[in-house]
């Protein structure tokens, strides 16, 4: 049993194949300094916050970069193996897993230039001075694939003259070389150096950038889905406990691809949601986003989605290329930018700059203005399907409080990211939640209680039964059966602004013949009435268990 700080926490599930995951799993997003007091270590002031606002509601603590780095908000690494001062001390990322799970990042594909890695390669010092990739200048790298508009290559000046590196990311990031074997093993001692400090989730970053072969686009490589493979492997012998998830922002049929055969990634972002979600409420049709459920193939035994509608990163225009149409794309660009989001580019082969992330809060993407449904409709609306789908849920700190775009950040980092960074003071917070009239304490009550009721119900559980049912643009439905069959809730959701009225055995006939239905989310037994209709209110979602 592991204690924690503030009281006795969760006991350690170790087994490697079976009951890795339950109902009760949800996944909180969160920067170790997400809240801020003065006086405080910050991780110390998250872990009490979580401790008394959400113990029992989620189990693990997706704790972001808590390294010290030098952009990007943490995925800029200087050492991989210490705490930044600024947040805390290892003691402190200990004690929030004494009360949560963790999930940590690897940050593989890159490094920050103040590492001492590129330090000694500047210098010329081994092992380190052949941890990087330098390319020749003339290298025809017309085909890399860019998730950026700047350089690929930094020019930077060694020992032994000037080198031009290869930087995916940025100039301050500068990709590894994962054909050294050094490397590879400098890795393995920093992710057991992670699970040694209570880490049960390892994510992988920006994953499927890792190998470079020349003449190819540099994604997906067969050797960067070996490296997948091997990790895997490794844990399976030394920390059976521990899952993998690969981060790989990409279209839905390339970032499923790190499942494998079973063999590789336990957790694969669930990417095609956010944007088919966010085009389904915003036009009130749910199509596109039905018909990408009903043909979505289960993962293989052993492996689960990880579901989500936000994250410190933007909405991936990328996983939808071959689920939308370009003008439907283009629609969402537009509804973004009038929504007072941003929009970030990338650079094709051909010269070319294209959308390839939407830079807004999910809040303000789905917030209602002058009509006469509340505010937050649309946005609770979107969070309870992403909690009801087959999966794990991950949710957004700043989503579980109804954060707005953070304009002011941009003003000062210049980044279009930190439009959905915000970080807190902690009194500021804890006034919006106490505050019974803000939007963020009334976002954050009802969040709360979906993610209480939800994870009383083993119909909810990751490995358990789905059904996407057809119901018409209007409206979006599900059903879910818990593992061994004895439970069934069937998730029912309004998208447009109108009541939508429907009879019951049409929606899913084991309701024929039934007098009540109890909804999970009210705790409320529903009469059926004599037509056998059920009433959805504008953007009302409700889950009835059989």
Same mark, same amino acid.
């Given at each position: 049993?592991?204690?924690?700080?503030?009281?006795v926490g969760l006991r350690t599930r170790t087994k490697a194949t079976?009951?890795?995951?339950?109902?009760?799993?949800?996944?909180?997003?969160?920067?170790?300094?997400?809240?801020?007091?003065?006086?405080?270590?910050?991780?110390?002031?998250?872990?009490?916050?979580?401790?008394?606002?959400?113990?029992?509601?989620?189990?693990?603590?997706?704790?972001?970069?808590?390294?010290?780095?030098?952009?990007?908000?943490?995925?800029?690494?200087?050492?991989?193996?210490?705490?930044?001062?600024?947040?805390?001390?290892?003691?402190?990322?200990?004690?929030?897993?004494?009360?949560?799970?963790?999930?940590?990042?690897?940050?593989?594909?890159?490094?920050?230039?103040?590492?001492?890695?590129?330090?000694?390669?500047?210098?010329?010092?081994?092992?380190?001075?052949?941890?990087?990739?330098?390319?020749?200048?003339?290298?025809?790298?017309?085909?890399?694939?860019?998730?950026?508009?700047?350089?690929?290559?930094?020019?930077?000046?060694?020992?032994? &003259?000037?080198?031009? *590196?290869?930087? /995916?990311? !940025?100039? %301050?990031?500068?990709? $590894?070389?994962?054909?050294?074997?050094? =490397?590879?093993?400098?890795?393995?001692?920093?992710?057991?150096?992670?699970?040694?400090?209570?880490?049960?989730?390892?994510?992988?970053?920006?994953?499927?950038?890792?190998?470079?072969?020349?003449?190819?686009?540099?994604?997906?490589?067969?050797?960067?889905?070996?490296?997948?493979?091997?990790?895997?492997?490794?844990?399976?012998?030394?920390?059976?406990?521990?899952?993998?998830?690969?981060?790989?922002?990409?279209?839905?049929?390339?970032?499923?691809?790190?499942?494998?055969?079973?063999?590789?990634?336990?957790?694969?972002?669930?990417?095609a949601l956010p944007p088919l979600l966010l085009h389904a409420l915003?036009?009130?049709?749910?199509?596109?986003?039905?018909?990408?459920?009903?043909?979505?193939?289960?993962?293989?035994? &052993?492996?689960?989605? *990880?579901?989500? /509608?936000? !994250?410190? %990163?933007?909405?991936? $225009?990328?996983?939808?290329?071959?689920? =939308?149409?370009?003008?439907?794309?283009?629609?969402?660009?537009?509804?973004?930018?009038?929504?007072?989001?941003?929009?970030?580019?990338?650079?094709?082969?051909?010269?070319?700059?294209?959308?390839?992330?939407?830079?807004?809060?999910?809040?303000?993407?789905?917030?209602?203005?002058?009509?006469?449904?509340?505010?937050?409709?649309?946005?609770?609306?979107?969070?309870?399907?992403?909690?009801?789908?087959?999966?794990?849920?991950?949710?957004?700190?700043?989503?579980?409080?109804?954060?707005?775009?953070?304009?002011?950040?941009?003003?000062?980092?210049?980044?279009?990211?930190?439009?959905?960074?915000?970080?807190?003071?902690?009194?500021?917070?804890?006034?919006?939640?106490?505050?019974?009239?803000?939007?963020?304490?009334?976002?954050?009550?009802?969040?709360?209680?979906?993610?209480?009721?939800?994870?009383?119900?083993?119909?909810?559980?990751?490995?358990?039964?789905?059904?996407?049912?057809?119901?018409?643009?209007?409206?979006?439905?599900?059903?879910?059966?818990?593992?061994?069959?004895?439970?069934?809730?069937?998730?029912?959701?309004?998208?447009?602004?109108?009541?939508?009225?429907?009879?019951?055995?049409?929606?899913y006939p084991p309701f024929s013949g039934l007098e009540t239905i109890?909804?999970?989310?009210?705790?409320?037994?529903?009469?059926?009435?004599?037509?056998?209709?059920?009433?959805?209110?504008?953007?009302?979602?409700?889950?009835?268990?059989?």
């Open positions: 049993m592991c204690l924690g700080r503030y009281g079976t009951n890795r995951w339950d109902e009760q799993d949800v996944v909180l997003i969160a920067y170790p300094d997400m809240l801020q007091r003065e006086g405080e270590r910050p991780l110390d002031t998250l872990n009490r916050f979580l401790y008394r606002r959400l113990r029992g509601a989620i189990r693990t603590v997706h704790l972001l970069p808590f390294f010290p780095w030098s952009s990007d908000d943490g995925f800029s690494v200087i050492d991989y193996r210490e705490v930044s001062p600024d947040y805390g001390k290892w003691k402190d990322v200990e004690a929030i897993g004494g009360n949560f799970q963790l999930m940590f990042d690897l940050v593989l594909n890159h490094c920050s230039v103040r590492n001492s890695w590129f330090k000694d390669f500047v210098s010329g010092i081994a092992p380190a001075r052949y941890y990087f990739l330098p390319i020749k200048r003339d290298t025809d790298l017309s085909m890399v694939a860019r998730p950026r508009s700047s350089p690929l290559l930094t020019p930077t000046q060694t020992r032994d &003259g000037e080198a031009h *590196l290869w930087t /995916t990311f !940025s100039a %301050d990031q500068v990709d $590894l070389n994962w054909q050294n074997p050094d =490397l590879f093993f400098e890795f393995l001692d920093i992710l057991f150096n992670y699970i040694s400090k209570g880490a049960r989730f390892i994510r992988l970053d920006a994953v499927a950038f890792l190998w470079k072969n020349m003449g190819t686009n540099c994604l997906h490589q067969p050797e960067t889905h070996e490296v997948v493979k091997l990790l895997r492997d490794i844990l399976a012998v030394a920390a059976p406990d521990v899952a993998l998830l690969t981060e790989t922002n990409v279209p839905h049929e390339e970032n499923i691809s790190y499942f494998g055969k079973g063999d590789e990634a336990h957790m694969v972002y669930q990417f915003l036009k009130g049709d749910s199509t596109y986003l039905t018909n990408w459920a009903k043909n979505l193939d289960p993962p293989p035994r &052993g492996c689960v989605f *990880l579901n989500f /509608t936000a !994250s410190h %990163d933007g909405i991936g $225009l990328r996983p939808v290329e071959s689920l =939308l149409p370009q003008k439907e794309i283009n629609w969402l660009v537009k509804q973004t930018k009038e929504r007072g989001g941003r929009v970030s580019r990338k650079s094709n082969p051909d010269g070319s700059r294209s959308p390839y992330e939407l830079n807004i809060t999910y809040f303000d993407a789905l917030k209602l203005i002058e009509q006469a449904v509340h505010e937050a409709a649309q946005f609770l609306c979107s969070q309870a399907v992403a909690l009801s789908l087959k999966g794990i849920p991950a949710v957004y700190f700043n989503s579980l409080v109804g954060a707005e775009n953070n304009l002011e950040g941009i003003k000062k980092t210049g980044e279009s990211r930190t439009i959905n960074r915000k970080k807190w003071e902690l009194d500021e917070l804890k006034n919006r939640l106490n505050d019974s009239k803000d939007i963020g304490s009334y976002v954050y009550r009802r969040y709360l209680k979906m993610l209480n009721r939800r994870n009383q119900q083993p119909a909810f559980h990751p490995d358990g039964g789905q059904e996407i049912l057809d119901l018409g643009p209007e409206l979006f439905g599900l059903v879910r059966k818990s593992p061994n069959g004895n439970e069934t809730i069937v998730c029912l959701y309004n998208f447009t602004s109108q009541t939508i009225k429907k009879a019951l055995p049409k929606i109890l909804s999970v989310i009210t705790s409320k037994v529903i009469k059926i009435n004599s037509k056998n209709t059920i009433t959805l209110k504008p953007y009302k979602y409700i889950w009835l268990k059989i």
